[in-house]
T-cell receptor, first 115, second 114 residues
Framework: AQKVTQAQTEISVVEKEDVTLDCVYE???????LFWYKQPPSGELVFLIR????DEQNEISGRYSWNFQKSTSSFNFTITASQVVDSAVYFC????????????WGAGTKLIIKP | EAQVTQNPRYLITVTGKKLTVTCSQN?????MSWYRQDPGLGLRQIYY???????DKGDVPEGYKVSRKEKRNFPLILESPSPNQTSLYFC?????????????FGPGTRLTVL
């Protein structure tokens, strides 16, 4: 069974719109971590955020915000007032204590921001 | 500058011709890992190493070999590449004292096997 599901394969919005990328995870572990990475067209992986299973506080960093909800096993990522430079593939990932914290990745969501 | 380097960045080769993709980190990290990235599948782990001379299979190890003779280097070896190994490959390393998931990634190697 897929442990990290990013159901949105591709999202296209017009610049300045808000956009939310969904991430649903599956784990039986009580100790785990969730991540978001950005992969711009240049191909490198850029770390965005890490959140542990004991901290459900939402996080805001500039135009980026993350909503962690254990009740729905989701860790969604919202970009407010999107910009063309936000165009990238975004990956959600999970690491579990039971798996020695190896990273398990979602399939990624390709975000296209049109000018 | 702290970094993970991979070489080559781009490689086109033919079926069956042995190749090595090098990975080196200058951060004295104990943990190193190789991933491949394919469209619609995200990143999948090929092999990882918790320390020198210690390597373990990841999710998709078939057709690959690795070695960890020195802490800084973790080469990925394809003894007889096949077209289904055409992919984007990432090397990663993790700082000692932190858990393996806080990883630094190399820039990627795009491999095409004809």
């Amino acid at each position: 069974a897929q442990k990290v599901t990013q159901a949105q394969t591709e999202i296209s919005v017009v610049e300045k719109e808000d956009v939310t990328l969904d991430c649903v995870y599956e784990t039986r572990d009580t100790t785990y971590y969730l991540f978001w990475y950005k992969q711009p067209p240049s191909g490198e992986l850029v770390f965005l955020i890490r959140r542990n299973s004991f901290d459900e506080q939402n996080e805001i960093s500039g135009r980026y915000s993350w909503n962690f909800q254990k009740s729905t096993s989701s860790f969604n990522f919202t970009i407010t007032a999107s910009q063309v430079v936000d165009s990238a593939v975004y990956f959600c990932a999970l690491s579990e204590a039971d798996s020695n914290y190896q990273l398990i990745w979602g399939a990624g969501t390709k975000l296209i921001i049109k000018p | 500058e702290a970094q993970v380097t991979q070489n080559p960045r781009y490689l086109i080769t033919v079926t069956g011709k042995k190749l090595t993709v090098t990975c080196s980190q200058n951060m004295n990290h104990e943990y190193m890992s190789w991933y491949r990235q394919d469209p619609g599948l995200g990143l999948r782990q090929i092999y990882y190493s918790m320390n020198v001379e210690v390597t373990d299979k990841g999710d998709v190890p078939e057709g690959y070999k690795v070695s960890r003779k020195e802490k800084r280097n973790f080469p990925l070896i394809l003894e007889s590449p096949s077209p289904n190994q055409t992919s984007l490959y990432f090397c990663a390393s993790s700082s000692p004292g932190l858990r393996v998931d806080e990883q630094f990634f190399g820039p990627g190697t795009r491999l095409t096997v004809l």
